[in-house]
């Protein structure tokens, strides 16, 4: 079994900077990319950043230079440090992690529970 647990969420003042982190936990023998998407209300979730198991990042480019994602392979955790937020980046944020386990023979796509982003204008 897998779980992903985000932390770190909540309210801020536009302008402000807040830090996501995201630990996969479980029966896990290697992880892919890694990142983070969003979903405001009313909205369809869409991708914040990604990450992949040598480094590699990629971002949306609402959050290019603003947001940055990193990773801690030795932990298997994910974050996402934000800054200069604005009233548009408010959303309910999920951490998603491609995981091989041994009881699955492949990898497959895992996500958290989400964490509520509110930035305040």
């Known amino acids: 079994q897998v779980q992903l ?3 770190g969420g909540g309210l801020v003042q536009a302008g402000g900077s807040l830090r996501l ?3 996969a936990s479980g029966s896990i023998y ?3 990319v890694m990142g983070w998407y969003r979903q405001a209300p009313g909205n369809q979730r869409e991708l914040v950043a990604t ?3 040598g480094g590699t990042t990629d971002y949306a480019n609402s959050v ?3 947001f940055t994602i990193s990773r801690d392979n030795a932990k298997n955790t ?3 440090q934000m800054n200069s937020l604005k009233p548009g980046d408010t959303a309910v944020y999920y951490c998603n992690a491609d ?6 023979g492949r990898f497959r796509d895992y996500w958290g529970q989400g964490t509520q982003v509110t930035v305040s204008s």
């Not at 995981?99 to 699955?104: D, F, M, R, S």
């Open 5 to 7: 647990v985000e932390s």
């Open 21 to 23: 982190s995201c630990a």
């Open 30 to 32: 290697s992880i892919n």
């Open 51 to 53: 990450i992949s198991s």
């Open 64 to 66: 290019k230079g603003r």
């Open 78 to 80: 994910v974050y996402l």
């Open 99 to 104: 995981i091989y386990t041994i009881a699955t």
